[in-house]
Structure formats: structure tokens, C-alpha cells
């Protein structure tokens, strides 16, 4: 899921099965059999429905929120993007039991006596598809 067209593009050439641009929390409800519930003051919320695990990447207030909201209830949300302090809704967290997993992943990891860098490590696992599931 991306803003940009471009990138979407990218996913797809690396391997996405699917990507979504546009109006996301709408088509992820679609695509996974979700109702959106709209309170008058806030955003859209699923019930029913969503993804089991987010990979946040970005870290910006805009894109935790949609990641809390298209997880399913029960769901997981990994924050793998550079987060700060920031001001966002954690309602979705508690009315839907999520988990909520933060990760830093740019360090030196020492793997087999040998030091190699975290991103060359997640890139060999997902080529070998060798990671668990959540």
C-alpha cells in the first residue's frame, strides 16, 4: 500500500501480489469483507474484516493511524518505520485487541559468529522465505 503510483509499480516488479493506492482503509474493507463504521468526528474504523499483520514502514502520524484501522480484530501491527513522539488515535489497539509490535531494524546483527547488517539479513530471509509468521 502506497501513495505512489511509482512505487506500487516497484512492489509489483519485486514480487507484490497486490497493491493499493488511493483510498486504502475503503479497498482493504472491500477486499477482505469488512464493514467500515464512520463515527461523525473521526475516521473509518473496520468491523470485520482487515489484514491480520501491518508492516508500517514510514513512521508518520497518517500512516500508523491507517495501519491500526486495517488490521483485523486480533490482528498484529509491526512499526518498522522511524516513529517519533507523536500524536495519534490508540483506540483501534484496545477495540480490537490488537497487538502492536515496534522493531528497529537497522543495526549490526551477528548471525553464525559472523556480523552482517540487519537490512542484508531481512532481504536474504524473504528471498529464502525463511521468517515465522505472527
Known amino acids: 500500500m502506497d501513495v505512489s503510483e511509482r512505487q506500487a509499480e516497484l512492489a ?12 486504502a482503509i475503503e ?7 469488512g464493514r467500515l463504521y464512520r463515527p461523525p ?6 468491523v ?7 508492516f508500517e514502514c514510514v513512521g508518520s502520524p497518517e500512516t500508523v493511524d491507517v495501519a491500526l484501522r486495517i488490521a483485523k ?7 518498522a518505520g522511524t516513529v517519533a513522539k507523536m500524536n ?7 477495540a480490537k485487541e490488537l497487538s502492536v509490535i515496534g522493531t528497529f531494524g537497522c543495526g549490526i546483527e551477528e548471525v ?4 552482517r547488517n540487519a537490512f542484508d539479513i531481512a532481504v536474504e530471509m524473504l528471498q529464502k522465505q525463511t521468517f515465522r509468521s505472527f
Open 12 to 23: 509489483e516488479k519485486f514480487g507484490a501480489d497486490r497493491t493499493i493506492t488511493g483510498n
Open 27 to 33: 479497498e482493504i474493507a472491500e477486499i477482505t469483507g
Open 41 to 46: 468526528t473521526d475516521r473509518p474504523m473496520f
Open 48 to 54: 470485520g474484516g482487515g489484514v491480520d499483520v501491518v
Open 73 to 79: 480484530p486480533l490482528g498484529s501491527v509491526v512499526i
Open 88 to 94: 495519534v488515535d490508540w483506540a483501534p489497539v484496545f
Open 112 to 115: 553464525s559468529g559472523e556480523k
